[in-house]
């Protein structure tokens, strides 16, 4: 077996591996097998996963559970997902569980899909305590589930004359409501979030007098806390401005799909803040250091979960994000030369979700670390061949800001000279979508990371003695609501400035939406593919 880091991401590696056949040619089959075996990390996840990448001809599962020493102890449950008809773990005599599978087709991997856990098909193992009530209705286990969780929220929030205090001294009487919730939003993501920092052991801990905050009292005075802690500070400073505040749980949708059936609390993994006053809803998470107020992780928008209340709790949807949640102004003056080749300056801006995602991956990089990450993805965007140099990172503390990337950048065969002409493609920048519409069929739905709007402006100075003989007319395509496009160019002066949009306004489509889809970002890529002529006056004239 070789082993190798495929691709590193900010914080993250991902290896492979591999291994090699020898003779190995098209029509073979190759056939492997391997068996996984180990001992449980904890009571509370374990799981068969039944489909994979590959056809799966035969597998057989078992599971040995946890020995009851007495009828305090947890029992073993499962709950299954996907699975084929008449298959299910059958327990045995001496109380494990097993389970045989055969050609179990595939789970597809494709650009765009859904999150692999939502389409496999899995057993999942879980362990509930003897004192739990057993065959509860799912109305009945979620509305137990909230009352707890309501009750966590109070115990934490008692110490109603500290946050009193702590609220006199951000906010003023007389402020408008939503002014009250940014002050109070702003003053919460002033605390240090423990989430963001790599995990410390006890010893590090003990060095940096590092305590669990039991309520809202200790996260104030000691001036750290967990994520979920900071939300649940912000709603208790919220209430106490007289606003209705609560939790909201949500199952990321880039992880897996929420099903209340399942009575599974384990993927509710998203804290979020609900929040009402001056009449108006808010969704907020003052977890998500680098987010500003109203603006919120693009997996926990459209994520469903639930949302805790007095009596229990409710099954909720988030709101989707706006286009103008999320934006990339891409800008660059390019100067020709005679040769074909281009280098001019060029400024990336990353608003809103962009942003705040760049933010977050790189958090934990200095700052040679951030713009050698920053530099390959801008380099990546721009034809083969290309280098982008960075002079300049600005904004990066402030979460309100766009980040603004400057810098140099070259363009070795820019522009293909042919006799005494040269032909220049109008769109600088590739399509981030190049590859994943090459495919004539798809087995997956398509989703979307978030909605947003891409706004390129190009400025293009042809070599001395060279002028623009013909511009190609502006191009539109609209998809309906969906998604839109238009390039066009126009002459200043000596150069040609060519303005880009692309904006995407939904982020779910179906298979039968495929073609379609296909078709859009085919034409998009062409109309990009259109090229600019330039010719050399002096040698027309002298032909």
């Not at 509305?143 to 003023?172: H, P, Y």
């Amino acid at each position: 077996m070789y082993e190798k880091i495929v691709e590193r991401t900010g914080e993250s590696s991902y290896l492979t591996k591999t291994f090699a056949f020898s003779n190995v040619e098209p029509g073979c089959i190759v056939e492997y097998k391997y068996r996984e075996q180990f001992k449980p990390r904890h009571l509370y996840n374990e799981r068969w996963i039944i489909s994979g990448p590959l056809f799966m001809r035969d597998a057989s599962f078992s599971i040995i559970p946890f020995v009851p020493r007495s009828d305090l102890d947890p029992t073993l449950y499962f709950r299954t997902k996907g699975l084929p008809p008449g298959s299910l773990p059958q327990r045995q005599s001496d109380k494990s569980y097993s389970m045989e599978v055969h050609n179990i087709p595939p789970v597809k991997e494709e650009p765009l899909m859904p999150p692999v856990r939502a389409l496999e098909a899995r057993v999942d193992f879980f362990y509930r305590d003897r004192d739990e009530p057993f065959g509860e209705t799912g109305e009945q286990f979620w509305n137990r589930m909230g009352k707890k969780w309501s009750g966590e929220l109070d115990k934490f929030l008692n110490k109603k004359s500290v946050l009193e205090q702590e609220l006199s001294q951000t906010v003023a009487a007389g402020d408008a409501p939503e002014v009250k919730l940014r002050k109070i939003y702003a003053r919460v993501q002033k605390i240090r979030d423990l989430n963001y920092e790599p995990a410390k052991t006890a010893s590090e801990k003990k060095a940096e007098d590092i305590k669990p905050d039991e309520n809202a009292e200790d996260v104030l005075k000691r001036n750290y806390a967990s994520g979920r802690q900071l939300n649940w500070l912000f709603i208790g400073l919220a209430r106490t401005a007289g606003f209705e505040a609560t939790e909201v749980y949500l199952v990321p949708r880039n992880r897996d799909v929420f099903t209340p059936a399942g009575q599974d609390i384990s993927g509710l993994t998203a804290d979020l803040v609900w929040a009402q006053a001056g009449g108006k809803e808010y969704w907020l998470d003052p977890a998500a250091l680098y987010y500003p107020f109203g603006l919120i992780p693009w997996y926990e928008t459209e994520s469903q979960g639930v949302r805790v209340t007095k009596q229990g709790t409710e099954f909720v949807k988030s709101p989707a994000g706006a286009t103008s949640d999320a934006t990339v102004l891409r800008s660059a003056e390019l100067e020709l030369k005679d040769d074909g080749s281009a280098v001019g300056k060029l400024q990336m801006e990353f608003s809103g979700v962009p942003g705040a995602a760049q933010r977050t991956s790189l958090r934990r990089d200095d700052e040679q670390g951030r713009r050698k990450v920053l530099k390959n993805e801008i380099q990546r965007a721009l034809p083969p061949g290309s280098t982008f140099e960075i002079t300049n990172v600005a904004n990066w503390d402030d979460s309100a800001a766009a980040l603004r990337v400057e810098g140099n950048v070259t363009v070795p065969e820019f522009g293909s000279p042919v006799g005494h002409r040269m032909l220049v493609p109008i769109a600088l920048f590739r399509s981030s979508y190049e590859a994943s519409f090459n495919a004539e069929h798809r087995v997956n739905p398509i989703r979307f990371s978030y909605r947003f709007q891409q706004l390129d402006d190009i400025k293009i100075h042809g070599p001395v003695g060279f002028k623009f003989a013909a511009l190609p007319s502006k191009k539109s395509i609209n998809a309906g609501s969906m998604m839109s496009y238009e390039i066009s160019a126009t002459e200043q002066g000596d150069a040609v400035e060519v303005k880009r949009n692309f904006t995407l306004s939904e982020i779910g489509f179906t298979v039968d939406s495929y073609d379609p889809l296909r078709s859009f970002f085919g034409n998009m890529k062409s109309n990009d593919a259109v090229q600019l002529v330039l010719e050399n006056a002096g040698a027309a004239k002298s032909d």
